[in-house]
């Protein structure tokens, strides 16, 4: 069974609009054995008109008048859909005020079918059951940038700590012991078949490696065991670049958008980090670096981003995602159409002020190539060096 394309064609259906079309599906198809399944008297009632301001809408069209279509809001959220003598029922869309959504299904005042859920940004974020007003069985959660999903199991609303994490190849991953997504001990897994779980697809997967793999905080600790994907999909050789030594290059194809590598690095303080062109910035107050006695491959090579060079007319960007061994790190995604073989760049939009001499040389044979002026140059070169802020790239006065 090809596992990866079951489960990424099943991916596609759930998308904003045709999401919103599957789980609706969904639900008619199972209603018949969901009501079976309902027991008010066990439920969690989670939605109560009272916290609501509610406006009713024209219903004349509608065939039964006993329904009441209905927009209520308070200040975290409003939602749209329909009551019945004051109870909410039916398909519900709730949109919290950062623009992110849920369309659940109710019975009688109470969450009871499938369930989707989008981020601010409208990308899918949850997909999965809930059973008398509590999130049961099988759930995706599905993390920012595609950098993978969880698989979790829900019992009386409460995810347990085992848990699966799919690479976003869906074939590869890890199982065990998660703390929310810091993974506290698992086993690499593959996923071998797919099943199915009140109707949410449900990966069948077995253990590859016997070794437990632990939370990583660092990069000091196995710094020499390949990422199970990232080997997958790249590799390191003699970068195309004079000069540049090593560079990363492409094992496979890659489309605009996917995850093309990991960057992960020592997490330092700004106020304490010393200038290195392998940092990133990770998060406020925080950058990710690889220290020099970790650069060679014969030191470190968990994660192999650091390995990608710089280029004004780059093919990838880095980003911010997620790896199930070290958390929020920083990742590479492909800007423009990869071919196997093809080395990979991203831009490093220094600020002038904290480039490298062999980055301002960089620029300038650049700028060259694009037909500019001795002049033009020089003008560039002035702007640059005169910004009091020290943060302004060439991109920002070209």
């Excluded at 969904?26 to 008297?41: A, K, P, T, V």
């Excluded at 200040?75 to 949109?95: M, P, Q, S, Y």
Aim: aromatic share 12%; hydrophobic share 35%.
């Amino acid at each position: 069974m090809d596992t990866e394309g079951v489960i990424k064609q099943w991916r596609k259906l759930l998308p904003r609009h045709s999401g919103l079309k599957h789980v609706l599906a969904l639900q008619e198809r199972h209603q018949q054995h969901l009501d079976c399944l309902f027991d008010i008297d066990n439920s969690v009632i989670e939605v109560d008109i009272k916290d609501y301001d509610v406006n009713f809408e024209d219903l004349a069209a509608s065939p039964n008048k006993s329904l009441e279509l209905f927009r209520a809001k308070n200040k975290a959220h409003r939602l749209e859909g329909f009551l019945r003598d004051g109870v909410f029922i039916g398909n519900t869309l709730k949109t919290w005020s950062n623009g992110s959504k849920e369309l659940f299904f109710m019975k009688s005042g109470v969450k009871h079918g499938f369930s989707v859920s989008y981020d601010k940004n409208l990308r899918l974020k949850w997909f999965g059951l809930f059973r008398n007003g509590r999130r049961e069985g099988t759930w995706w959660e599905f993390l920012e940038n595609d950098c993978g999903c969880f698989v979790h199991y829900f019992k009386d609303d409460q995810s347990e700590n085992q848990k699966i994490f799919l690479y976003p190849n869906y074939r590869i991953g890890y199982q065990g012991h998660f703390e929310g997504h810091n993974m506290m001990e698992a086993y690499l897994i593959q996923v071998t078949g797919i099943g199915m779980d009140s109707g949410v697809l449900l990966p069948l997967v077995k253990t590859t490696c016997p070794a437990p793999a632990k939370l990583l905080n660092g990069i000091n600790i196995d710094p020499l065991v390949s990422d199970p994907l990232e080997s997958q999909m790249v590799e390191v050789n003699l970068s195309s670049i004079p000069g540049a030594e090593e560079g990363l290059f492409a094992k496979r194809s890659f489309e605009p958008g996917d995850l093309v590598a990991y960057f992960n690095g020592i997490r330092i303080k700004v106020d304490e980090a010393q200038p290195s062109d392998y940092a990133l910035y990770l998060e406020e107050g925080w950058i990710l670096d690889i220290p020099e006695d970790l650069r060679s491959l014969s030191k470190y090579k968990a994660t192999l981003g650091h390995k990608v060079c710089h280029s004004f007319e780059a093919n990838a960007e880095y980003s911010h995602g997620f790896h199930p061994k070290y958390g929020n790190i920083r990742i590479i995604l492909a800007t423009l159409k990869i071919t196997k073989g093809q080395e990979i760049f991203c831009n490093y939009k220094y600020s002038w002020a904290k480039s490298p001499e062999w980055y301002k040389a960089s620029l300038m044979a650049y700028l060259r190539t694009k037909g500019k002026s001795e002049e033009k140059i020089k003008q560039v070169i002035l702007n640059l060096e005169s910004d009091k802020t020290q943060t302004r790239r060439y991109d920002q006065v070209t």
